[in-house]
């Protein structure tokens, strides 16, 4: 390579790596990620070094310099003397002329406010899986071992239990008129309960329209005003999909249909956001935003906003999104910095696993409720705590 071909790249780069180091997690790819198509053949590994390898080794075979910076000081920071790393390392180092040591890359990470306040006060060795908003600025919580569902206000104050008509239950949403959807896989249906948790509604998932020949059940329920989405299983490829019902119509015959989402083959969390879907995908780990164009038409990718190998649950507040994954509380701004917070801190052992997240406003603060498997709880989590 020329001197001039030499000097354009690396001025490429500089301006491409420069958030790495003013405010940027390397751990978090984000949208310098250009290698998604990659991913999913490349994260098979179940080790969390050898997803990272694989991951790296992916985004370096694309030719992507700037976007192997984070995948390769994710490697170090799980396997610091990893020989193939630090030779990646060493080469970025070399082409791009910013200065490249692990010690740099481990002193970029910053840490964003936030303020663990506990577990709330639930029923002993409750594990609730799913939360929901209520209309009242509540939420609730549903448990992932027996029919009961619990109900809190905006500061985490459990506000009582309630026993569900049901055996068992996977998922919990709320609709745009205050109505709570429960999931019902023994019987492959989704049950609609009033502000007052009485039944008013059922959709029989073994009668719709449109999808002959598959059969369908219902695990977790997503909603905004007009749709109902649900991550559910077809029998015919026993894989799960992203189904799509409408809510106007409440009498007659529904038609859904299942959306096609482009790196996503297996959806485990998902927001509706007005004309955008936000949808997590746990193998490999991508939370990518979709455009939604309109009725008959398929979702549209519009980027990969984060990947990395183990992300587990997800919240969006605005042009802030929150990430969890087995070692990090991640926020993501709207200038795409990334800043994270170790698990490790919220809990006395040094471990939380965080299943699912919900934010919620109270007294002017955002607050981030956690279901934490390890601890078979719900964590409050201040994210704009007073200075």
Not at 68 to 93: C, E, F, M, S, Y
Not at 132 to 148: I, K, T
Request: aromatic share 6%; proline share 8%; charged share 25%.
């Amino acid at each position: 390579m020329n001197d001039p071909a030499r000097g354009e790249l690396q001025r490429t780069l500089r301006l491409k790596s420069a958030n790495l180091f003013s405010g940027c997690d390397p751990l978090c790819m984000g949208e310098t990620l250009q290698a998604a198509d990659l991913l999913p053949d490349a994260l098979r590994d179940t080790d969390a070094l050898g997803m990272r390898l694989a991951d790296m080794d992916a985004v370096l075979s694309a030719g992507d310099p700037a976007g192997a910076i984070p995948a390769v000081a994710a490697v170090l920071a799980v396997a610091p003397d990893n020989a193939r790393a630090l030779a990646a390392l060493k080469g970025l180092d070399d082409l791009t002329g910013l200065g490249l040591t692990p010690e740099k890359l481990a002193d970029v990470r910053r840490r964003f406010a936030l303020r663990h306040t506990g577990l709330l006060d639930a029923p002993k060795n409750t594990r609730c899986h799913q939360l929901a908003p209520l209309p009242d600025g509540g939420f609730a919580a549903l448990d992932a071992e027996r029919p009961a569902l619990y109900r809190f206000d905006a500061s985490g104050r459990l506000l009582g239990e309630t026993i569900l008509p049901l055996d068992r239950t996977a998922g919990l949403a709320c609709a745009a008129d205050g109505a709570l959807i429960l999931s019902d896989p023994a019987r492959r249906a989704c049950l609609f309960l009033d502000r007052n948790l009485s039944p008013v509604r059922r959709l029989d998932f073994a009668r719709f329209d449109g999808l002959s020949g598959q059969d369908w059940t219902p695990y977790r329920p997503f909603a905004d005003a007009e749709t109902l989405y649900v991550q559910a299983l077809c029998s015919r490829d026993n894989r799960f999909h992203i189904l799509a019902l409408p809510l106007g119509d409440r009498d007659g015959r529904l038609s859904p249909r299942r959306l096609d989402l482009p790196h996503c083959p297996f959806p485990v969390d998902l927001i509706p956001d007005g004309n955008r879907l936000w949808v997590l995908n746990f193998r490999p780990g991508l939370l990518c935003l979709y455009d939604l164009p309109g009725p008959g038409a398929g979702p549209v990718l519009r980027r990969v906003v984060c990947a990395r190998p183990s992300l587990r649950s997800m919240a969006v507040d605005g042009d802030d999104i929150f990430v969890a994954d087995e070692e990090d509380l991640i926020k993501r701004d709207a200038h795409g910095h990334v800043y994270a917070a170790p698990l490790a801190a919220m809990s006395p052992e040094g471990k939380a696993t965080l299943t699912h997240m919900l934010l919620v406003r109270h007294e002017g603060r955002r607050v981030l409720y956690c279901c934490d498997k390890t601890r078979r709880g719900i964590r409050r989590v201040e994210i704009d705590p007073p200075q």
